[in-house]
């Protein structure tokens, strides 16, 4: 696949760069329509949120958000190829400095003290990386109570959400599934 588009809003039609090779497998378009189509129905809003893409590979998801109306977009990656791809594809939209990109390994993240209404994984299928990237996204303070995260795995990959986190909802399109997570703080564990 050369390239993905952005689906809807203000940078509809846009082509977006993919970094070459097998690494990298992004979201594809139906399966981002019906993700995009629960995120812009729930709650937190999508609209005026401040949107977490880790995994980001093309950027695609994460600039999806912004084309949709999130007022602030943080992309991370930290494979070299994906970086260079995802720095181009912002130089090319407009008004994209509400959007960076954040060379860092997902699953070990500093602290932050500007947390996340939404956030989006999408590790390599198969790769266990969701969890621990989870686990820190709850241990450096990325997240507001209440997030809404959804991690992109393999269809039959097996997952449990870590403590804090409860699975709301499950949805399978091809070879993945977006499973859709409230994060209700450390304190918590799913359920309760």
């Known amino acids: 696949m050369s390239g993905v588009r952005v689906i809807a809003g203000s940078l509809k039609g846009r082509r977006l760069a993919v970094p070459p090779g097998e690494a990298v497998r992004p979201t594809g378009d139906r399966a981002r329509e019906a993700l995009f189509s629960i995120l812009e129905h729930g709650e937190p809003k999508l609209c005026g949120s401040r949107f977490l893409d880790l995994f980001a590979g093309s950027g695609a998801v994460g600039i999806e958000a912004f084309s949709r109306g999130a007022r602030e977009v943080l992309l991370v990656d930290n494979a070299r190829a994906a970086l260079a791809v995802l720095r181009a594809n912002l130089r090319k939209l407009p008004q994209a400095g509400a959007l960076r990109v954040m060379p860092a390994d997902a699953t070990r993240l500093g602290r932050t003290r500007r947390p996340f ?7 390599p299928y198969r790769s266990g990386l969701g969890l621990p990237a989870l686990e820190r996204l709850a241990a ?11 991690v992109e795995l393999a269809a039959r990959e097996a997952f449990t959400p870590p403590i804090g986190y409860a699975l709301e909802e499950e949805r399978r399109y091809g070879a993945g599934r977006f499973l ?11 359920g309760s």
Request: proline share 7%.
């Open 140 to 150: 450096g303070g990325w997240l507001v109570a209440e997030a809404r995260v959804i």
């Open 180 to 190: 859709f997570l409230r994060y209700h703080g450390m304190n918590r564990t799913p």
């Open 117 to 123: 209404e939404v956030a989006f994984l999408d590790p």
